[in-house]
């Protein structure tokens, strides 16, 4: 455990997919009281519920997790709820955090808030050379809003807070609705349903070709005690594997961690999207930092979780 500078740390969106990851790597990393928080403690979209929260924690550091996120379906589905809820949630608990005094406040945005045709793999500074791809661009353009807000306040006031941009995040807790799952979710949830229903084969959406690139939501969660004892900047970081893998790959991949014995076929009729997305972690890497945990393992870790939790009744379906 390492000594820290901070006496409590006060984490928002706790009980969310990376907060169940986060919150304990505080605790085991940290000689700091670790404070989680969820929506039903405290809505952060009602008016003076985030000066409410830390006037009663009074954290002197803010890992702010709170969030409204989805896959593809629900970004579709609720675009001004996506571009409202995380623009204002963000927002209003920076600025809150400056005003109650707050020694440093550390935040995630995700990775597709880079522009749609940034060329892979994608470093830091292409955040801003061009729009998100179109789907998702309500959430990731709410989201990149607090790169600006960080680097602002910094300058004026001095305030102390780190923006850190984790890749194409999965594992245990992860959202596994059809509306809201993201790839890897979705894809385990229907080879398992498939296998137990002896289903002869799954079809996929598209080629199968596009590649993207995957990062275990425990490696993510063990280097955020490291940026809160020693990264002071507003520069982002990305926070991912860096290995390339197709979509094809990425599907068999996962019928081998389910046991699906059936075949994969491909419905060429539904878009690709963007053919490559990988994202740089050249700057990771030179803070000493890294994402080892292979996809093969960390898939059969969320598979054995997944089979865990729906038989207690506690996964989101």
Aim: proline content about 6%; charged content about 25%.
């Amino acid at each position: 455990m390492n000594d820290s500078p901070y006496k409590k740390i006060l984490v928002t969106g706790a009980t969310g997919f990376l907060g169940r990851h986060i919150v304990p790597a505080l605790r085991r990393e940290l000689n700091a009281e670790v404070v989680g928080v969820g929506r039903k403690d405290f809505d952060l979209l009602k008016p003076g519920s985030a000066e409410a929260m830390l006037a009663k924690f009074k954290p002197d550091a803010v890992v702010h997790l709170a969030a409204r996120v989805g896959g593809i379906i629900a970004n579709k589905k609720y675009p001004a709820d996506f571009f409202y809820d995380n623009l204002m949630m963000n927002t209003v608990m920076l600025d809150a955090s400056y005003k109650a005094g707050i020694r440093k406040f550390l935040t995630l945005m995700g990775g597709c808030s880079y522009p749609a045709k940034a060329p892979s793999p994608i470093p830091e500074e292409l955040m801003w050379e061009g729009y998100p791809q179109s789907e998702a661009a309500p959430y990731s353009v709410a989201k990149k809003v607090v790169l600006v807000q960080s680097d602002s306040y910094r300058r004026q006031f001095g305030f102390n807070s780190v923006v850190l941009i984790p890749g194409n995040v999965y594992g245990e807790y992860d959202n596994f609705n059809e509306e809201y799952a993201h790839v890897i979710p979705a894809l385990v949830r229907r080879f398992i349903e498939a296998k137990e229903k002896n289903a002869p084969a799954i079809a996929c959406f598209g080629s199968g070709r596009p590649t993207r690139d995957f990062v275990y939501a425990g490696d993510v969660a063990a280097v955020i005690p490291w940026f809160l004892l020693n990264y002071d900047s507003s520069e982002p970081v990305n926070i991912s594997s860096g290995t390339r893998i197709t979509i094809k790959e990425l599907s068999e991949t996962i019928k081998e961690a389910t046991g699906y014995p059936g075949a994969i076929t491909w419905d060429t009729s539904k878009p690709d999207g963007q053919i490559d997305k990988i994202f740089s972690v050249e700057r990771l890497h030179k803070l000493g930092l890294n994402c080892p945990t292979t996809l093969k393992d960390g898939l059969r870790k969320t598979v054995a979780w997944f089979l865990a939790a729906r038989k207690e009744g506690s996964v989101r379906l």
